[in-house]
Structure formats: structure tokens, C-alpha cells
């Protein structure tokens, strides 16, 4: 079936190391993608996006890549800081999915001090 | 500016007791969506509503159903409750109703059905 997954379920970081998450999808007809950052006990939030017309796209301090040859879709976080602790999704929308995200399981951030 | 506003923020329900679970958002959004979220998964989407006056099922509808009041608010109902619906369930908005933009979520309802 279609779906998005991500390889590994916890990252352990120091501070001021540089975090990179990533995410396999399998659905080739998903021609938008965007991050989201969940910290404990609140919502989603929303960090960064790409459309498959690119491989890269920088805000501020994260970069997500985009792979369309292999499906894979990464989000590096650089010098990471204890707030960038948290469980991050990638989430996919299928081109004729309409209005309609499918997430991953997340990977859970930690950033050591 | 609030965003998104869900209520209650816990809940405790029997099975087979009904619920509703309030969403408001005051951005100006035209399309609203309800996810459950389960340990160790991603979100997964139950209903959504593209603009006020419609409303689509999504990857998980069974057991609920909602209802677009207004462009601000979107209900989620559940009408006998089952253990199987112990979960998070979040609100989201949108501005864009012709595809996805950048959504805006709630802080989450966590509900348990004993």
C-alpha cells in the first residue's frame, strides 16, 4: 500500500551538532510534502514544505531535501538546539488525493546539552 | 489570535456514550480537518471539509461523523463510543481549498473510553 515512513523512530543529537531526519515515501504520485514538529502535549506544527518540482528548500536554520528517484524526503536541522526537542513528522499529499495529508510515525528528537 | 480552538481538552467516556468534540478557528480558513493520533503512530486523517457546506471522509470515518456549522466551526461526533476510539484527536485548518497548504492544528482533545 502507499504510505510514509521514516527509518529511525528516536535521534539522539548533541547541542550545536547538526540533526538530519528522514523519510521514505512510496506513493510517486505525491507531488507535495511538508515537515511538521509535534513537541509534548500540543499540536502539530508546521516547519517547512516542498513541492516535487524541487530538491531543496531552506528556512531558517532547517533544510528539507527531496529525492524523487529514490522516494526519500529528509529535513536537516542545523545546530541544534534543546528546543528542537521534540517528534517530527513528514506528511505527504498525493496529487489527486484532493485536500488530504498522509503522515509518517514520526522520529523522536533529542537533543543532549 | 487564538487559531485553533478545541474543546473539551479531556474527556472520559463508558462505551457506547456519545460525544461531541468542539473545533473553532478564527484565521478565516476555508477547509477544516479532524485527525486521531495513537502512541507510536502518525496522525491519521478522519473527516475533512474542503469549504463550508461539504464535508469528505477521510482514511478512518467509521464511527464518527461530523458537521460543519459555519466556516469557523467544525464537529466531530462520536455516537457510541468504544474502547478502539481511546486516542488524541486534533483539529486542523487550512486557508486553501483547492489543495493543501500550510495547516494549522489545535492543541489536541484527549479522549479515553473505558
Known amino acids: 500500500g502507499e504510505s510514509v515512513g521514516l527509518h529511525l523512530p528516536t535521534l539522539s543529537v548533541q547541542e550545536g551538532d547538526n540533526s538530519i531526519i528522514n523519510c521514505a515515501y512510496s506513493n510517486s504520485a505525491s507531488d507535495y510534502f511538508i515537515w511538521y514538529k509535534q513537541e509534548s502535549g500540543k499540536g502539530p506544527q508546521f516547519i517547512i514544505d516542498?513541492?516535487?518540482?524541487?530538491d531543496k528548500r531552506q528556512g531558517q536554520r532547517v533544510t528539507v531535501l527531496l529525492n524523487k528517484t529514490v522516494k526519500h524526503l529528509s529535513l536537516q536541522i542545523a545546530a541544534t538546539q534543546p528546543g528542537d526537542s521534540a517528534v517530527y513528522f513528514c506528511a505527504e499529499n498525493p496529487r489527486n488525493a484532493g485536500n488530504m495529508l498522509t503522515f509518517g510515525g514520526g522520529t523522536r528528537l533529542m537533543v543532549k546539552p | 489570535n487564538a487559531g485553533v480552538t478545541q474543546t473539551p481538552k479531556f474527556q472520559v467516556l463508558k462505551t457506547g456514550q456519545s460525544m461531541t468534540l468542539q473545533c473553532a478557528q478564527d484565521?478565516?480558513?476555508?477547509?477544516m480537518y479532524w485527525y486521531r493520533q495513537d502512541p507510536g503512530m502518525g496522525l491519521r486523517l478522519i473527516y475533512y471539509s474542503a469549504s463550508e457546506g461539504t464535508t469528505d471522509k477521510g482514511e478512518v470515518p467509521n464511527g464518527y461523523n461530523v458537521s460543519r456549522l459555519n466556516k469557523r466551526e467544525f464537529s466531530l461526533r462520536l455516537e457510541s463510543a468504544a474502547p478502539s476510539q481511546t486516542s488524541v484527536y486534533f483539529c486542523a485548518s487550512t486557508r486553501t481549498s483547492g489543495g493543501i497548504g500550510e495547516l494549522f492544528f489545535g492543541e489536541g482533545s484527549r479522549l479515553t473510553v473505558l
Open positions: 516542498i513541492r516535487s518540482n524541487m
Open positions: 484565521m478565516n480558513h476555508n477547509s
